[in-house]
């Protein structure tokens, strides 16, 4: 299903990942281990193309993802979840929008949508919570959300970065456990993780960043390009209508012209 | 005779024939109570007139008065009157609007697209990092371009509406004003024209379509 070739990847001359050989079988549930800084996120990066490997192959399903076109990565992307170590979630929509944006893309029928987002929604024990917004929401009840983001459109492929790093004993097992019977349906699912936690308070404070963006300006820009669209038109207007005007009068001025005899 | 003369020409749209005793009453009608002025004359001291009615090409100021010239040449016409000197100068008053009215659309027309162009930039680099996730969901180009293109024509349909309400409220209240104090103009100003209200609308809508498109065109993907 996912096969690398001497695969590296370089940052800055760096090397992030070097001559990585390995293979991933169909259905196979693998971890992927080792500290931070190992390279963990960025090979699952090139196995969704959101980076290129320099040197080496690649191929996930059919797909030789190096090599691939600009056009045909999303249809790539649909067929893999992927849990983001900085979870990637959208804060001016709701935990349930957020979820229902992977099926949306696909252009599903939004009763399906609804369906199968409150179902994976329960599964992750969020749905009480679904029309919240994702910063009034925990660390963790942040991770299970991009946790059933990543598994709501069923991908083949379920690529989970750091999935339980937020989350206490109890809430990573049962997320383990979940990643378990998708991987029993027949997903083949890449797990990244090192033994000792850490990462949840950059995550958090990511979240908090992202959080302040205020979209209420957006009206405002909206509103301010209407009212010179407005303008713009009414002071046009105004000449057209003027010379309208003008050319009529000199049409109806012909009526008086008058011979006297 | 003179009637079929007018008829034949080509620039001649509707020949009236007004007989001065027909004129004398149409006088005598317009004149109401005062017609008494009139009773002192004995003869009948207006004279028989064509009133020629002439198409719009044929209205240029050198046409005009050399057709008048022409006219006063034939046998049995006294006098040709026109508003020479008002047609011919609402005549370049029309052509220097008509001139100011075209820079003017093309200067608006181009701010327009600018304006949304502008507009959608900027929304787009503030939802840079939402539309990066939408990629990385596997969201195609179209899915990704489509609510900025559906916003910008939305923002434009808007200030076109907002324009033409402008607008009619300006032209209603102009027209009034100028016909309160010139009430024979009531003819010559001719009624808003209905195509504006879709014009208007639909040239927002299309500017700021090409406008947003120019925007988010260059996305790479
Ligand atoms: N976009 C980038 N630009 C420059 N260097 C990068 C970039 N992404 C990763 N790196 C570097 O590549 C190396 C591997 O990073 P990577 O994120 O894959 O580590 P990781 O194993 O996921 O670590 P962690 O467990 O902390 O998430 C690191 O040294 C990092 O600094
Ligand atoms: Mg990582």
């Not at chain 1, 492929?157 to 997320?175: Q, S, V």
């Amino acid at each position: 299903m996912i096969q690398f070739t001497e695969v590296s990847k370089y940052y800055d001359n760096q090397a992030a990942l070097k001559d990585a050989t390995f293979s991933v079988g169909r259905g196979e549930l693998i971890y992927v281990t080792g500290p931070s800084g190992a390279g963990k996120t960025t090979l699952l990066k090139l196995i969704y193309r959101a980076e290129k490997p320099d040197v080496g192959k690649i191929r996930v399903a059919d797909w030789d993802v190096g090599d691939l076109k600009q056009r045909t990565i999303p249809y790539l992307r649909r067929n893999i979840g992927v849990i983001f170590q900085d979870f990637r979630l959208l804060f001016n929509r709701t935990v349930f929008d957020n979820v229902a944006l992977a099926l949306r893309i696909h252009s599903m029928h939004p009763a399906e949508i609804k369906e199968r987002c409150l179902e994976v929604l329960k599964d992750v024990g969020l749905k009480h919570k679904a029309y919240d917004f994702p910063k009034h929401l925990s660390g963790g009840e942040q991770q299970r959300v991009v946790i059933a983001r990543a598994m709501v459109s069923r991908p083949t492929i379920l690529l989970a970065d750091e999935p339980t790093g937020n989350l206490d004993a109890d809430t990573a097992i049962i997320i383990t456990k979940l990643f378990k019977e998708i991987n029993a349906r027949g997903a083949t699912i890449i797990i990244a993780t090192h033994s000792q936690g850490g990462h949840g308070m950059r995550a958090f404070m990511y979240c908090l960043k992202t959080a302040a963006k205020n979209l209420w300006h957006e009206k405002w820009i909206n509103l301010l390009t209407v009212l010179s669209i407005a303008v713009g038109l009414l002071i046009l207007g105004t000449f057209v209508l003027l010379t309208m005007n003008m050319e009529s009068s000199i049409s109806r001025w012909s009526s008086g012209f008058g011979l006297a005899i | 005779m003179l009637k079929d003369y007018f008829r034949n020409d080509p620039d001649v749209i509707e020949v009236k024939y007004m007989p001065k005793e027909l004129a004398l009453k149409d006088l005598q009608e317009s004149l109401g109570p005062m017609n008494s002025v009139l009773a002192g004359f004995t003869d009948n001291p207006l004279p028989s007139s064509f009133e020629l009615k002439l198409k719009g090409e044929a209205l240029d100021p050198a046409r005009i008065s050399q057709k008048t010239f022409r006219l006063k040449g034939l046998a049995g016409v006294d006098d040709v009157q026109y508003g020479e000197k008002w047609l011919a100068s609402l005549f370049t008053m029309t052509r220097g609007v008509k001139i100011v009215t075209g820079i003017l659309s093309v200067v608006i027309f181009i701010a327009i697209a600018f304006v949304t162009y502008s507009t959608i930039k900027i929304l787009f680099y503030r939802r840079i990092e939402e539309i990066e996730t939408l990629k990385l969901l596997g969201a195609t180009r179209g899915f990704i371009r489509l609510p900025f293109l559906l916003e910008g024509t939305f923002v434009g349909t808007a200030g076109g509406v907002m324009g033409l309400i402008g607008l009619s409220v300006i032209y209603s209240f102009t027209t009034s004003r100028i016909i309160e104090f010139l009430p024979s103009l009531r003819g010559m100003l001719i009624f808003f024209p209905s195509s504006t209200y879709l014009a208007a609308p639909l040239v927002g809508a299309v500017l700021s379509l090409a406008g947003s498109f120019l925007a988010i065109g260059k996305i790479k993907y």
